[in-house]
Structures are given as C-alpha cells and as structure tokens.
C-alpha cells in the first residue's frame, strides 16, 4: 500500500482531534467516515468543521466551492461495520485510555478490509500494545497530530515492534500530502519525541519553582524574553491542558522512572479543582481575561541554559535508544512546539561539553536523576565530539 493507493479513510471519535484530522484529510481531497458513539457528538464535530471552513472562505484562504466539496467528502456514521466496509486507512483519534483504544483496533480490524491501515493519533500511548489486539499489527502505527491539525505543520510517525517499513513510508507519503513534515519515531517509546523532550522541560521548571529558585512568572519570563521561546513554561502547560499535562507525565515517569519524577505539589492541587488551565479559564494563570501578561522585568529570575541542558540531555536518551536522529528530533521541537532552535542545534553550537557541566553541577547540586547525564552525551565529549567548534556533534 503507498499514500497514492489511500482514497477512503475512517476517523474515530468526532472530538478536537478527530474532526480536525477529517477536515484537513477532506480538504487534501480524500474521502472520510467520521465514527462516533451517538449522532449528537457527530453533528457537533460536523458543525465544528462547517465553522472552520467557512473562516477559511471569509479570510480568502480557499474559495466558497472548495469549502463545500470539501463538506461534501464527509461522511458520518455511528455502525464500524458501515465504516469501515471499504477503507484505506482508518485513524483513531478517541481519548486517552489503552482499554478503550484496544477496543477500537479490535472493532476495525474485524470489519477494515485485510490491506487496511489502522493508526493511532495518541500522544504517548503504546503502538504495539494496540497493533496487538489486531491480526493485522504490521499495519498497525501511530499517526500523531499537533492542536490543531489543520494548522500545525508537525505529524509523528510512530513504529510499534511489529509495524513494517511500508507502513511508516505510507503514513509518511501521506503526512507530505497532507502539507505537513513527518518525523519518524523509530522505536516504540513513550512521549515519542515531542511529549518527551517537553516533559523534561516542564519537569525541571515545575522543580525549580517548587523549590522556590524562580517565582512562576519570573520562569516564564526568563523562557520567553532570555530564552526567545515562544510561550513560558507555565503558560504553555495551561495552553496545553494541566490534565494532559499530568497525564503525560505520569506515563513518562512509568516508563522511565526517577528520570521523569513529576512535581506533585506543583499539578496535583491544580488537577483536584479541575482547573486545567486555558480550557477551564483558570490553570497556573488566569485565562479568563485572555492571555496572560508575562511581566518583562522578571527576564533574569530563572536560568534558561537549565531548560535547554535537560532537553539536550533527554534528544540524546531518544538517539541512545535508537529512537530518533538529530534532525527529527530538532524539527519537531520546532515545528511541534515553535522553538527557536531544536535541542540537538543548541547543543552543537554551545557545545555539548558545556552542556554536560552544566548538567553534572545541576545533578552535583541536586542529585536528582533528570539531571543525570546520558551516557551518549559523555561519550561523545569524550571523543571530542563538542559541536561546531570541534567540527562534529550530534550533527
């Protein structure tokens, strides 16, 4: 199967990520079948999409007639059976529980025609577990959009242990056809690139204000106007949603231990009152009056050379565990996240020696395992292996 054979494709659950995967699949010209429990959450995730497209005509990005062909191509049903009867490809876009994604792969893999590609769109959850449930888990994948995706130019291709290389080529093609850049995930790890190097961060600033290092503002301060990032950490996590946030971090720290230790004190009370930040209107700010301001004179509280020292540290665990390469690691902090540079750049032109002081008085000082060096970070200093002034780094 390549991405020219795809025509029809399934989307299960109609919700954020679900109606805009279909909307922007529909606009590239495919064929789509949005799958949900009830007609109501359908007719939603349908009107959602009607907004969308005409925003789109009123600001002349695409003409009156394209928005209605591209209405046209989505279909909707609440029976698998019906949906999945002559698909390409189907797309899981449900929320984040492994049960019910199990159930879901289970369901398409009983009625998708035998050729069919199943993926997921999940942020952190396991490929193989749920190509496990099928009889098809070479064609099982993950397929991870960015909020929201008929926007963000960032797809993930993820491999799970038994996903063959037509697969990931497949979904890959399809990514470029659908305007976005790919970044293959190689190995089926959790958090996949983005979620992992974002959760180091988030980590290491929550600790730092735990600890009472840096007030909340003055972190965000310092990322936004020192460090030329384009949100503060605490300001993107409301963005992001604390619940995901926590969600997220609690599956890294399952799968990687003391490495990902979460800040309890920091998100828990937040979680407990259900104040998950933008979504809710209130989080570590209040969004109820928009955006928050982010006090310019605060710039010099935290030092920003601690956020990029564990990003470097956790793109260098992702090459150690020969899970991604340089170049997608650095792209999707880019184009997943809008950072300036990507961690494995910053590394090269600072030099991976200084970033590896930096994280051996950051673990000298605290002794806490996220500051911990990877052992590829080492030996590559060792080698001399400092970046540019040595000639050769990560790159």
Same mark, same amino acid.
């Given at each position: ?66 928005a209605d062909a591209t209405l046209a191509r989505i279909s ?32 398409? %893999?009983? @009625?998708?025609?035998?050729? =069919?590609?199943?993926?997921? /769109? ?6 193989? +577990?749920?190509? $496990? ?90 990322v936004k106007y020192t460090g030329g990032f384009p949100m ?5 996590? %409301?963005? @992001?949603?604390?619940?995901? =946030?926590?969600?997220?971090? /609690? ?6 231990? +003391?490495?990902? $230790? ?134």
């Amino acid at each position: 199967m390549t991405a020219e054979k795809l025509k029809k494709v399934a989307i299960v659950g109609s919700g954020a990520m679900g109606h805009g995967i279909a909307e922007l699949l529909a606009m590239t010209g495919y064929e789509v079948v949005m799958i949900d429990i009830n007609g109501e959450l359908l007719q939603k995730g349908k009107e959602k999409i009607k907004w969308s497209l005409d925003k789109f005509v009123e600001k002349k990005r695409i003409r009156k007639e394209d928005a209605d062909a591209t209405l046209a191509r989505i279909s909707t049903t609440t029976s698998y059976e019906q949906a999945g009867r002559d698909i390409d490809l189907a797309i899981e876009a449900v929320p984040e529980n492994m049960e019910l994604k199990k159930k879901v792969f289970s369901t398409l %893999d009983s @009625v998708a025609p035998p050729n =069919a590609i199943l993926a997921s /769109n999940t942020s952190t959850l396991s490929i193989t +577990e749920m190509g $496990k449930t099928t009889k098809r888990p070479d064609k099982v994948a993950g397929m991870h959009f960015f909020n929201p995706p008929i926007m963000m130019a960032l797809i993930e291709v993820i491999k799970g242990d038994s996903t063959s290389q037509e697969t990931i080529n497949t979904l890959a093609e399809l990514a470029k056809k659908l305007g976005k850049t790919p970044i293959i995930v190689r190995k089926d790890v959790r958090g996949f690139i983005v979620n992992r190097v974002l959760g180091a961060v988030f980590n290491e600033a929550f600790w730092a204000y735990q600890r009472k290092e840096a007030t909340m503002e003055g972190i965000d301060a310092s990322v936004k106007y020192t460090g030329g990032f384009p949100m503060g950490w605490f300001e993107l996590a %409301d963005f @992001v949603g604390l619940d995901i =946030a926590y969600d997220v971090g /609690n599956i890294l720290y399952q799968a990687y231990g +003391e490495r990902f $230790k979460p800040c309890v004190e920091v998100i828990d009370p937040l979680i407990k009152e259900k104040k998950f930040g933008q979504k809710t209107g209130v989080g570590f700010y209040d969004w109820t009056k928009g955006r928050p301001r982010i006090p310019f004179n605060l710039l010099d509280e935290y030092d920003v050379d601690r956020s990029w020292a564990v990003a470097v540290n956790e793109a260098a665990w992702l090459i150690h565990d020969d899970a991604a390469n340089p170049a997608d690691i650095d792209t999707g902090m880019k184009l997943g996240t809008y950072w300036p540079q990507g961690p494995c750049e910053y590394a090269d032109r600072t030099g991976l020696d200084i970033v590896l002081n930096k994280l051996k008085e950051l673990h000298a000082k605290y002794n806490m395992e996220m500051y911990k060096p990877c052992p590829l970070l080492e030996e590559y200093v060792s080698k001399g292996r400092t970046g540019k002034k040595a000639g050769r780094g990560f790159y």
